[in-house]
C-alpha cells in the first residue's frame, strides 16, 4: 500500500508564509499527478494546485501568484509555499497523489494524506 504524510502547518500570521511537504512511500512504481487540497470548517474540499510528473502546474484562481507548488521525483515529495497568507485560508490541508502501484503496474489509484492544519490568525 501507499501511504502520504504531510509536515509544514501551523499558526502564522496574515501576510506570512509557509511551506507544507508531503512525502509518498510504500509500495510505488511511480508517482504521477499530485496535488493539494484544503478544507476550512463548513466548507467544501477544494483543489489548490496541481502538478504532474512532468512538473506542469495548475493553481486555483484564489492563490494564482502567491503560492507555487513542486515536486522531488527522487524523494517522491510534492511541496506546496504559501505566501502572502490571509485569515480566510485557514483551513486543513491535504495531498493526494495517483499512483502507480508496484504490485500491479497497469493499475493507478488515488491516495490521500492526513491533512495537515494551516491558521491564519493575528
Known amino acids: 500500500q501507499v501511504q502520504l504524510v504531510e509536515s509544514g502547518g501551523g499558526l502564522v500570521q496574515p501576510g506570512g508564509s509557509l511551506r507544507l511537504s508531503c512525502a509518498a512511500s510504500?509500495?510505488?512504481?511511480?508517482?504521477?499527478?499530485m496535488t493539494w487540497h484544503r478544507q476550512a470548517p463548513g466548507k467544501q474540499r477544494e483543489l489548490v494546485a496541481s502538478?504532474?510528473?512532468?512538473?506542469?502546474?495548475k493553481y486555483a484562481d484564489s492563490v494564482k501568484g502567491r503560492f507555487t507548488i513542486s515536486r522531488d521525483n527522487a524523494k517522491n515529495t510534492v511541496y506546496l509555499q504559501m505566501n502572502s497568507l490571509k485569515p480566510e485560508e485557514t483551513a486543513v490541508y491535504y495531498c493526494n497523489a495517483v499512483v502507480t502501484i508496484a504490485q500491479d503496474i497497469r493499475v493507478q489509484r488515488s491516495y490521500w494524506g492526513q491533512g495537515t492544519q494551516v491558521t491564519v490568525s493575528p
Open positions: 502538478i504532474s510528473s512532468s512538473g506542469s502546474t
Open positions: 510504500g509500495s510505488i512504481f511511480s508517482v504521477n499527478t
